[in-house]
């Protein structure tokens, strides 16, 4: 098999499939966040019960991933994706029925954590990436802004509902809109005139873990998922209920936060097709860790956790497009769902190790203070282990990548 040459409108239909699988996906992940206290308080469980779910979800994810990326290099990506929306919709109804907590381990756990994986950015990337955009860079910020996207229309809107027909039916009309999603990708992927790679050059799992590039990305991508989807992502809105913010503006601050990511994400993958990427995600890095300085002296007041949701948002998300480039160029579009797939592991691991932390750190001092100690030094260190990663496109430093592979076609 080889691959189609993709047209213009087949490369737009691709970041349209990829935006809105992961608008539903990204979603459901924040949901946990967003029915914490619910759940608290109607089935008497304790944060650290509902965060350990959630790392389970992210466990569950990282087994998944990579094994998705794999396939969707080498068999396509739309099938993958729409699998995923399927999946993700059975998890999300599970939510709206149960009533014990191993049902909440099963269905949001265990079913939605392979929702996740499959419905994933790896998955995703592989497709874009051979969408013959003309400008990767922003192709690529604007199909996975669909991250932030759906957390910024979805979890508002859920949270209304919440106050209306209550969670449970919220969480079925959710289901309902993640199956309506899967449709859409199976039926207009299609038309994306993309197929899968075919003979793909097989990486050597030794030169791939040989490599500095590819520790640098994995390692500062993993305490990225400790600071962004494990802390932010999950305890955001618990921490500003906890200072006394009401749902409501407990909402409203997530969706500044959503709103500002989504800047954050076009802004760097516009940026990456212009200025040095591993520049711009250290850059990234250092201003997260700044960001988490804020949250130390919200106390009650609204104006800081409305900086605090700008900051943090611009430099959430914004790592992606640096990343998934810095990937493409040192190991080959043709490999990208593979590699993006074992970051992605990376990703999930810290992400579960935050989510539990964060739940586990409140639950012992019963304040989220020592979490965002932790979050600043963590940041920083990401900051530290991306200088270790030489764009390519840099000159004399273009042959130093650390392994040999083919290189893409541009």
Known sequence: MTDEVPSRDSSRMAIGVVFSILAVSFAARSSLGLGMQRWITDLSWTKSDISAAGSVALITMAIVVPMAGYYADRHGARRVLA???LVLAVALASVSIMSSYW?????YAVAGGVGFGLASLPVAASLVARSGASRPGLAMGIATAGTTAGQLAIIPGLAALFGIVG?????AAFALLALAVAAFVLIKGDRTGIQAAGRVTELKALDVLKSRAFHGLFWSFLFCGFTSTGIVETHLIPFAEVCGFTPVASSFA????????LLGMLTAGYLSDRIDRRALLVAIYVLRSIAFVVPLYVGNNFTLLLGFSVLVGVAFYATFPATMGLSAAHFGK???GLIVGLLTVGHSIGAACGAFAGGYIFDL???YDWVWVLSIGLAAVSAVLALSVV???SGKNAANTGVAHPQPAE
């Open 83 to 85: 699998t995923g929306g």
């Open 103 to 107: 049902q909440f381990l099963m269905g």
């Open 167 to 171: 969670w449970r039916a919220a969480f």
């Open 254 to 261: 997530y969706g500044v936060f959503a709103a500002l990511n």
């Open 334 to 336: 043709q490999n990208l």
């Open 365 to 367: 001092f019963m304040k």
């Open 391 to 393: 764009d390519p496109r």
